[in-house]
T-cell receptor, first 111, second 115 residues
Framework: KQEVTQIPAALSVPEGENLVLNCSFTDSAIYNLQWFRQDPGKGLTSLLLIQSSQREQTSGRLNASLDKSSGRSTLYIAASQPGDSATYLCAAMDSSYKLIFGSGTRLLVRP | ETGVTQSPTHLIKTRGQQVTLRCSSQSGHNTVSWYQQALGQGPQFIFQYYREEENGRGNFPPRFSGLQFPNYSSELNVNALELDDSALYLC??????????????FGQGTRLTVV
């Protein structure tokens, strides 16, 4: 049974800092891995999707990596801004095409 | 191109009642999935519909049921509501099941409160 874990659960950083959010999964037989952002009480916004055959994806200040053999993915945010404050969720898609989510990392970027 | 839309945005129901939540998938998407998100938790998979057929179900009781219509919009029905059903219900659509077009796009969610 796939389990997804995100560390840390919460993170507070000063504006401008580069940061890394971690995601681990127990079953390496994933179809893809997706990172989402969620603002309080809102839906999920897709940030990056990494196919199982890929190692990384980049979008603007965001870079996500995937290492299936170790069961890890990281989301790197460069030059953080207060507007980046949100909960970040990673989700592994299993072979039946359902997403298994971690509990998220709550990020606060202080001005 | 319109995104995923859900209705209503908020709902308050009494224990034992029934509720129907609605989702319009993104244009061209034939796959819809429903998730339940309790406060402070990650979303949990309820079920998925592909071209009007159920295509997988999570660990939820039969009182959670769904439909997908020919235009690929979808409904989630919950009977005999319990207090623990209070959560944010999220709908996601994707272009297809399998292949390279499985990126999930989520709606804004329906906040259900059971009292």
């Amino acid at each position: 049974k796939q389990e997804v874990t995100q560390i840390p659960a919460a993170l507070s950083v000063p504006e401008g800092e580069n940061l890394v959010l971690n995601c681990s999964f127990t079953d390496s037989a994933i179809y893809n891995l997706q990172w989402f952002r969620q603002d309080p009480g809102k839906g999920l916004t897709s940030l990056l999707l990494i196919q199982s055959s890929q190692r990384e994806q980049t979008s603007g200040r965001l870079n996500a990596s995937l290492d299936k053999s170790s069961g890890r993915s990281t989301l790197y945010i460069a030059a953080s801004q207060p507007g980046d404050s949100a909960t970040y969720l990673c989700a592994a898609m299993d072979s039946s095409y359902k997403l298994i989510f971690g509990s998220g990392t709550r990020l606060l970027v202080r001005p | 191109e319109t995104g995923v839309t859900q209705s209503p945005t908020h709902l308050i129901k009494t224990r034992g009642q029934q509720v129907t939540l609605r989702c319009s998938s993104q244009s061209g998407h034939n796959t819809v999935s429903w998730y339940q998100q309790a406060l402070g938790q990650g979303p949990q998979f309820i079920f998925q519909y592909y071209r009007e057929e159920e295509n997988g179900r999570g660990n939820f009781p039969p009182r959670f049921s769904g439909l997908q219509f020919p235009n690929y919009s979808s409904e989630l029905n919950v009977n005999a509501l319990e207090l623990d059903d209070s959560a944010l219900y999220l709908c996601a659509s994707s272009l297809e099941v399998g292949g390279l077009n499985t990126e999930a796009f989520f709606g804004q969610g329906t906040r259900l409160t059971v009292v």
